[in-house]
């Protein structure tokens, strides 16, 4: 089984910055794509950003200029840094990733438990 585990939520005035962490762990093999998505209540899950695992990233175009990812794959682990913060990124945020659990198999999608970020002064 694959677990991802995330950290880093919490209560933030709006300017202020939080980063997330999402450790994988398990029976993992590889990682292609991690990322970070994020959901209000009666809203979809939406893309906030993911990177490839060789370091390519996508970001939505609210968190541009101001949420960064990074990923260490030695350690399994994505992270979110968010800069600048707005009420409107108040949400759950979910880590997401694509793992391959063993050689030559094919990949399949994990999700974390999620955890609150609130804007709010």
């Known amino acids: 089984q694959v677990q991802l585990v995330e950290s880093g939520g919490g209560l933030v005035q709006p300017g202020g910055s939080l980063t997330l962490s999402c450790a994988a762990s398990?029976?993992?093999?590889?990682?292609?794509?991690m990322g970070w998505y994020r959901q209000v209540p009666g809203k979809q899950r939406e893309l906030v950003a993911t990177i490839t695992r060789r370091g390519n990233t996508n970001y939505a175009d609210s968190v541009k200029g101001r949420f960064t990812i990074s990923r260490d794959n030695g350690k399994n682990t994505v992270y979110l840094q968010m800069n600048s913060l707005k009420s409107e990124d108040t949400a759950v945020y979910y880590c997401n990733a694509d793992v391959v659990r063993r050689r030559y198999a094919s990949a399949n999608d994990y999700w974390g438990q999620g955890t609150q970020v609130t804007v709010s002064s």
């Open positions: 398990g029976s993992i093999f590889s990682i292609n794509d």
